[in-house]
Structure formats: structure tokens, C-alpha cells
């Protein structure tokens, strides 16, 4: 079976500096996308970054980045110059058929500082 | 544009009660999913329509039914009501049901079975 995992429950930063979330994930597919999501307590998740397998360079989405390591299905988020306004529980997910199921990991929530 | 949208916002209903809940797709997607999240827990797939019909179903029973109208928006019917389905109840819709055809979700319907 498909499985994806945070192992942060909980994860705080100090406004405007840089914090990273954790993702691993499990699959014997070659192709595969992976997502970031954040819903914040307005409950509306919305995507915040995604990665082709194929792809090797890293995705990025302004302060936002991947640090994307295929071998080590691994697949974490670098919030760079953190915000109040980046509070909230950030789920990691993947799809890897047709018809795009996603699988999402348990979710980390990011609370920020002032 | 308007987004996702779902109705009610929130279900108040008792054990063995039957329950509707609708969805409205972003403007221009044919592809709509729903997922259920628990307190505390990333969503879970429960199934998807494209054209009207059932594409990919999750691991849930036979009373978690739904339907796609012509106009792709869907709704989701849950029969004989657990304590155990209340939950946050959300609707994604894609253009498509491409491998990396990203999933734009609507604010959830939150749902209490008494």
C-alpha cells in the first residue's frame, strides 16, 4: 500500500526565519506527484507546492521550496521568512495513478511566532 | 471565478439518520472527489465521479454513496449514520483525472452524528 508520513506533529518558528517540514513516503511506482497543502482554521486546504518524480530540480513557489530526495523518498518543506499568516497544519500528499487519488500523511501543524 | 464550493457548512444529525451532502466544482472542472477528515487526521479518499460515474472508490462501506449531475456538481449520500462518521467532509475538484492534475478543494462540510 501507498503510505505517507510526518513524523512532526507539532512544528514553531519565529516570524521571518526558516523552518522545514518533514515528509517521507512509500511507493514502488516510478511516476508520482507530490503536494504540499495547507489548511489553515478556516478548514479550506489550499495547495501550496507541487513535484513531478520525474522532474530533478526541486520545486519552488516564492518563499516556498521542496527539497526533494527520490532515493530516499523523501520530501520535505522549506518556509523561507516565515509569516503569521503561514499558521496552520500543512499536510503532505501524493497521487500515484490515474484519476489522481490523493494519499495525505497526517499533517504537521506550524505555529508562528512573533 | 468561483472556486469550490460545498453546502451545508455544518450537519447537526442522530445515529441511523440519512444525510446529503452537495458540492459545487471550480468553473470549467469535470472531475470531482471527496474525502473525509477526521479530528486530527489527514483526509482520507472516499470516492470520485467523472462523466457521472464512480471512477475510483476508496476503503469505505456501501452507505457512502454519490452522484454527478450534468453540470459535474456532485453530491455525497451517507446512510444509517455512525458516531464514528462525523467528521469534516471535503469535496476537490480537478479538470481531468491526469496523474498530476492538481486538486482544488472546497471549505468542508462539517458533520455531527449525536
Known amino acids: 500500500a501507498q503510505t505517507v508520513t510526518q513524523s512532526q506533529p507539532e512544528m514553531s518558528v519565529q516570524e521571518a526565519e526558516t523552518v522545514t517540514l518533514s515528509c517521507t513516503y512509500d511507493?514502488?511506482?516510478?511516476?508520482?506527484?507530490l503536494f504540499w497543502y495547507k489548511q489553515p482554521p478556516s478548514r479550506q486546504m489550499i495547495l501550496v507546492i507541487r513535484?513531478?518524480?520525474?522532474?530533478?530540480q526541486n520545486a519552488t513557489e516564492n518563499r516556498f521550496s521542496v527539497n526533494f530526495q527520490k532515493a530516499a523518498k523523501s520530501f520535505s518543506l522549506k518556509i523561507s521568512d516565515s509569516q503569521l499568516g503561514d499558521a496552520a497544519m500543512y499536510f503532505c500528499?501524493?497521487?500515484?495513478?490515474?484519476?489522481?487519488?490523493?494519499?495525505f500523511g497526517q499533517g504537521t501543524e506550524l505555529s508562528v511566532k512573533p | 471565478d468561483a472556486g469550490v464550493t460545498q453546502s451545508p457548512t455544518h450537519l447537526i444529525k442522530t445515529r441511523g439518520q440519512q444525510v446529503t451532502l452537495r458540492c459545487s466544482p471550480k468553473s470549467g472542472h469535470d472531475t470531482v472527489s471527496w474525502y473525509q477528515q477526521a479530528l486530527g487526521q489527514g483526509p482520507q479518499f472516499i470516492f470520485q465521479?467523472?462523466?457521472?460515474?464512480?471512477?475510483q472508490r476508496g476503503n469505505f462501506p456501501d452507505r457512502f454513496s454519490g452522484h454527478q449531475f450534468p453540470n459535474y456538481s456532485s453530491e455525497l449520500n451517507v446512510n444509517a449514520l455512525l458516531l464514528g462518521d462525523s467528521a469534516l467532509y471535503l469535496c476537490?475538484?480537478?479538470?481531468?483525472?491526469?496523474?498530476?492534475?492538481?486538486?482544488?478543494f472546497g471549505p468542508g462540510t462539517r458533520l455531527t452524528v449525536l
Open positions: 511507493t514502488s511506482e516510478s511516476d508520482y506527484y
Open positions: 465521479y467523472y462523466e457521472e460515474e464512480e471512477r
Open positions: 513535484q513531478e518524480a520525474y522532474k530533478q
Open positions: 500528499a501524493s497521487t500515484y495513478n490515474q484519476g489522481g487519488k490523493l494519499i
Open positions: 476537490a475538484s480537478s479538470l481531468g483525472r491526469g496523474l498530476g492534475d492538481t486538486q482544488y
